[in-house]
């Protein structure tokens, strides 16, 4: 994985498919960040494994 890399993912409360950049240099991350489509808050989750593969998981603020 690159250091900072574009990830696809769907807003938990509108469904539409946003980006988010993922920083490649942290094992795991959470972090709030505004849908860029419905502009609600959602809970980032990232976890980065040993051979590099990311897994991002986006949130409700409510769940």
């Known amino acids: 994985m690159n250091l900072l890399e574009e990830i696809s993912i769907n807003c938990p409360y509108c469904g539409e498919p946003i980006t988010v950049l993922i920083d490649g240099s942290l094992e795991q991350q959470q972090y709030v960040e505004d849908c860029q ?7 980032i989750h990232v976890v980065i494994s040993a051979d590099g593969r990311c897994r ?6 409510n769940d």
Do not use: F, H
């Open 37 to 43: 489509v419905c502009c609600k808050p959602m809970e």
């Open 56 to 61: 991002v998981e986006a949130r409700s603020e």
